[in-house]
């Protein structure tokens, strides 16, 4: 074998062997490729980042190891080498390499997460501004009076001569000194002006300010659960712990403290949050103990204010880094201590290339780290408790909430009945609107959950039954009061007017039926006119700041009832909530996805748990027709253990995960025979004697996504190694096909 490096990894070549480097490159599904290094430069190290050529173009990609190849391979040389030192930690590097090999991706594709936006095109991402400072001539006249100066240009040098890091240009204009004043203290060298990097902290201002006040001191269980963590971080080594904590329980005291005493011995912390909207609250608690030690990296930035962030990490300023899923490729050295709050939720899942699991990374680069990764909710996954039941993680409990606050109390709204009484239309029992009266009464606030969003969730002919689709997909399309009384797609955001005559039969009896959160919110607003109601789903967040400025309202007491899809039941602290109405518990159970009753049980219990957090008791009211699931009826008794215990039945039953390792394998294609054919090649490809199952191909639950039809392989075993080596195998034998199809290794969703 001629390719067959003499000494690998050394950076140095043998006698025949000529020095490369293996670079990620910025195309998806890519391997490494193998660049030589020019004579006369030194061998790039991991991290470092190189200006490669890749067909006709040149792209900047970034070494992942040195290597060597044999003289007469054709390979072609590095370009440029862009940095001196690692621009990416090289731990980072390597678990950027483990991303894409477990979830079958291209490296390029996996490091691409790991590096701050704009760091793949050359220029810089630095947003530069200018900067006026007092030369030391300036100085030394503005403490002599500014002798010679108009007022004007003694104002502006006595303002600039008090500020020791000099004054941006636009803040100068802010008071009043114009351009003009400026260009004068220069020309007379008072004054110079200097194009400096803008260091944007976006938010630290904002929750340094918020953390005031002394943290509260432990309860005896919080003290115990930091106890217990605390010894398994002073190990030094890798440890996995499940904080199984209920809603209110003060989990995140536990982590400031445990995050503390990680910092006292000399590492560092990263904190993972599921949501950007979960961030400002983390912040705002960290910074109370950590000051301005704290970075955040989360997609809401400005591509400016995340890349300055990522700096400041890299250059070691920070202690703590909050940030969501991505954040878990934040450049720190000397990581002691990861933290996945909230660890069951499903955002940690990255739905497009790479398809990582931000909590499964998390597990992993701490194991590759030696630091310890606390895995805190009060509805696990079932992938983290059975981990814990196994004994492969610690469990630590927090059984009660915070001063022995009682849990809210349940009640199910048999949605049966209240249709045979009320009509079949009500959106609103009558139970819930008596209690959201009593809340109004009481000048409480109310959270009404459901989880769909919308005014209708269909429109249909009545005459012939037909209804609207979307053309591009496989979904009915649902009707947004906002936006003109638009029907929408909300899978690919196809968007038309609702028709007044069918298109079918054209008759003029276009119907509308179900109902989501705009039609809730409306009918709140009609049965309490009175009350102040707002609404908090994708549509109504669209607009940058949205969603934290009425989470802000909300908080401040500003709204009373907050109607809202998922995203009102995560995380939050609102301690004035004592009533949380579920219109609809039965959403997400309909689905055909073996995770929806978990999914149903997390989310019910979640919204429960935001109830009576303060010093009033909370109640929940669960809308329902399907009271006697065990997903809805454990949730009312927020009774997890119960609930893992028979959801892991039956999984096992079913050979599900956590038990058995599931493979969602989607083909695509221009028509459904196609996409089919492509499938079957590609499982004839797999060989599926080796130790696991392949089930399909057959169509998928959603058969087209914008415009391409989905058929779908599963493939199933107890252990990932040999499906992902037989799919490895398999799509490199069909390269043409490897752009059609998609790999999801350990899928959250397999619709
Ligand atoms: P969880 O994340 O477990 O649902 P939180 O960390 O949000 O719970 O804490 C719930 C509430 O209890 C918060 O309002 C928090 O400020 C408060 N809290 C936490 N620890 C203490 C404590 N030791 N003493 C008093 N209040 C506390
Ligand atoms: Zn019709
Ligand atoms: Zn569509």
């Not at 401040?556 to 219109?583: C, N, S, W, Y």
């Not at 669960?622 to 039956?650: G, M, W």
Request: glycine share 10%.
């Amino acid at each position: 074998m001629p390719s067959a490096p003499s000494r690998q990894g050394d950076g140095r070549a043998g006698p025949q062997a000529v020095r490369a480097v293996a670079v990620a490159v910025p195309v998806p599904y890519l391997d490494a490729l193998t660049y030589l290094v020019p004579e006369g430069v030194p061998t790039p190290r991991p991290g470092v980042r190189v200006r490669v050529p890749l067909g006709r173009r040149s792209v900047v990609g970034m070494v992942l190891a040195q290597t060597s190849v044999a003289p007469g391979i054709e390979a072609k040389p590095v370009e440029a080498v862009i940095d001196a030192e690692p621009f990416v930690p090289p731990a980072v590097v390597e678990l950027c390499q483990w991303v894409a090999d477990y979830y079958v991706a291209g490296v390029g594709d996996a490091v691409g997460v790991a590096m701050p936006p704009g760091s793949r095109r050359q220029e810089s991402a630095f947003r530069t501004m200018r900067v006026v400072h007092a030369t030391a001539f300036g100085l030394d006249t503005a403490r002599l009076g500014g002798e010679g100066l108009t007022a004007k240009q003694r104002g502006a040098l006595e303002e600039l001569a008090g500020a020791s890091a000099g004054l941006p240009s636009r803040v100068l204009k802010d008071r009043g000194i114009t351009p003009a004043v400026v260009s004068k203290l220069v020309s007379a060298g008072l004054a110079v002006v200097r194009a400096e990097r803008d260091e944007r902290d976006p938010l630290l201002a904002d929750a340094a300010a918020a953390a005031e006040g002394e943290p509260p001191g432990l309860t005896p269980d919080q003290q115990s659960a930091f106890d217990t963590l605390h010894v398994l971080a002073a190990t030094g080594a890798f440890r996995a712990a499940v904080l199984y904590g209920v809603t209110g329980s003060g989990k995140t005291e536990v982590y400031v403290r445990l995050a503390e005493a990680v910092c006292a011995a000399g590492r560092r912390v990263l904190v993972l949050v599921p949501e950007i909207a979960l961030t400002p609250s983390a912040v705002t608690r960290f910074c109370r103990t950590f000051g301005g030690r704290v970075a955040v990296q989360h997609s809401g930035l400005s591509d400016g204010e995340r890349h300055d962030q990522w700096h400041r990490i890299r250059r070691g300023e920070v202690d703590v880094v909050i940030g969501t899923r991505s954040a878990v490729f934040a450049p720190l050295d000397r990581l002691g201590l990861i933290i996945v709050d909230e660890e069951h939720d499903s955002s940690y899942k990255q739905e497009e290339s790479p398809r990582y699991h931000g909590r499964d990374v998390a597990v992993m680069r701490a194991s590759r780290e030696g630091a310890l990764v606390v895995l805190g909710s009060a509805t696990p996954s079932l992938e983290s408790f059975r981990n814990a039941d196994t004994g492969r993680y610690a469990r630590v409990s927090l059984d009660r909430r915070i001063l022995d606050r009682p849990l809210a109390s349940v009640r199910i709204v048999d949605m049966r009945d209240v249709f045979a009484a009320e009509g079949p239309d009500t959106v609103i029992s009558p139970a819930l609107a008596e209690a959201i009266g009593d809340r109004l009464s009481k000048g409480e606030q109310s959270l009404v959950l459901l989880n769909r969003r919308g005014w209708a969730t269909s429109v249909f002919c009545r005459q012939c039954g037909t209804p609207m689709q979307c053309p591009h997909c496989s979904v009915s399309l649902t009707v947004h009061k906002g936006g003109r009384h638009k029907a929408r797609c909300h899978y690919c955001d196809y968007a038309v007017i609702v028709p007044k005559q069918c298109p079918t039969c054209a008759s003029p009896y276009m119907e509308q039926a179900g109902f989501g959160t705009e039609r809730v919110e409306e009918e709140v607003a009609r049965l309490f006119p009175e009350a102040r109601v707002a609404r908090i789903d994708r549509d109504a967040i669209r607009k940058r700041g949205a969603l934290s400025s009425l989470l802000g309202r909300f908080a401040a007491g500003e709204i009373d009832v907050l109607v809202g899809t998922q995203m009102i039941a995560k995380g939050h602290d609102f301690p004035r909530v004592t009533l949380v109405g579920v219109i609809s518990a039965d959403v997400g159970l309909g689905l055909p996805d073996f995770r929806a009753a978990e999914r149903t049980f997390q989310l019910l219990t979640q919204v429960a748990g935001r109830a009576g957090r303060g010093a009033r008791v909370g109640e929940a009211l669960i809308q329902t027709i399907n009271p006697t699931h065990y997903s809805v009826e454990l949730a009312c008794r927020q009774d997890y253990p119960a609930f893992y215990e028979k959801e892991v039945a039956f999984r096992r039953a079913m050979q599900y995960p956590p038990l058995f390792a599931l493979v969602n394998v989607i083909v695509r294609g221009p028509t459904e025979a196609e996409a089919m054919t492509a499938a079957h090649l590609l499982a004839k490809g797999l060989h599926p004697t080796e130790g696991f199952l392949v089930l399909g191909p057959a169509p998928a639950p959603l058969g087209r996504l914008r415009g391409e039809h989905r058929v779908q392989l599963f493939l199933k075993g107890p252990k990932r190694t040999d499906m992902r080596n037989a799919l490895r195998r398999a799509l490199d034998g069909l390269p043409e096909l490897r752009r059609r199809v998609t790999v999801d290794v350990d899928p959250m969703t397999v619709l």
